[in-house]
């Protein structure tokens, strides 16, 4: 079955203290993987799109990289406003669908 | 960027009455996704469209409707609202060539 999980549910880290956010799949014919924010009471807003294996990205504090079998949202430094909720999403699989995670809440302390 | 808009952040309705939620996007987008998302449950597809007059079921498409009559538009309907449908509903589109989603602002629909 085509699944998309992403770990931790919840992590909270002292502003400054580095750290990453895992999304681990098992779709096959991956097309992308995306990774979204959002905050609460708000829409999704995207981050990045990842295509292949071995593909890197970046925004500000954050890194995104992918491998065959997951993705990790690094954040470097954190400040209390990267303080969302992170989710990933897979398009491909035997529907050829975009699959969303849970999402990981991230809450950055002070 | 890519905007979409939807007709209202909050709304509160009664068991029964029949709703409707307008979604806009501004970028020449062939297709338009609704959502809805449950705390433990995450992002649902209730429906999409391909194309103007044209609709999909998603995973969830039951006590739901939709209507997509000109390209920038896709609107999702509640024939008869109940209790369960109590949600936030998220809006998306997607140009052909991007396979990305971008989302609306969303609307936090309470039925009583």
Redesign the interface.
């Known amino acids: 079955e085509d699944q998309v999980t992403q770990s931790p549910e919840a992590l909270r880290l002292q502003e400054g203290e580095s750290s990453s956010l895992n999304c681990s799949y098992t779709v096959s014919g991956l097309?992308?993987l995306?990774w979204?924010r959002q905050d609460p009471?708000?829409?999704?807003?995207?981050l990045f799109?990842l295509y292949s294996a071995g593909e890197e990205k970046e925004k500000e504090r954050l890194k995104a990289t992918l491998t065959k079998k997951e993705s990790f949202l690094h954040i470097t430094a954190p400040k209390p406003e990267d303080s969302a909720t992170y989710?990933c999403?897979v398009?491909g699989g035997r529907d050829d669908?975009?699959i969303?995670?849970?999402?990981t809440r991230l809450h950055i302390l002070p | 960027d890519v905007k979409v808009t939807q007709s209202s952040r909050y709304l509160v309705k009664r068991t029964g009455e029949k709703v409707f939620l307008e979604c806009v996007q501004d970028m020449d987008h062939e297709n338009m996704f609704w959502y809805r998302q449950d705390p433990g449950l995450g992002l649902r597809l209730i429906y999409f469209s391909y194309d103007v007059k044209m609709k999909e079921k998603g995973d969830i498409p039951e006590g739901y409707s939709v209507s997509r009559e000109k390209k920038e538009r896709f609107s999702l309907i509640l024939e008869s609202a109940s209790t369960n449908q109590t949600s936030m509903y998220l809006c998306a589109s997607e140009g052909v060539f991007t396979d990305t989603q971008y989302f609306g602002p969303g609307t936090r629909l309470t039925v009583l």
Do not use: W
């Open positions: 097309r992308g995306f979204y009471g708000k829409g999704p807003e995207f799109t989710l999403a398009l669908k975009i969303f995670g849970k999402g």
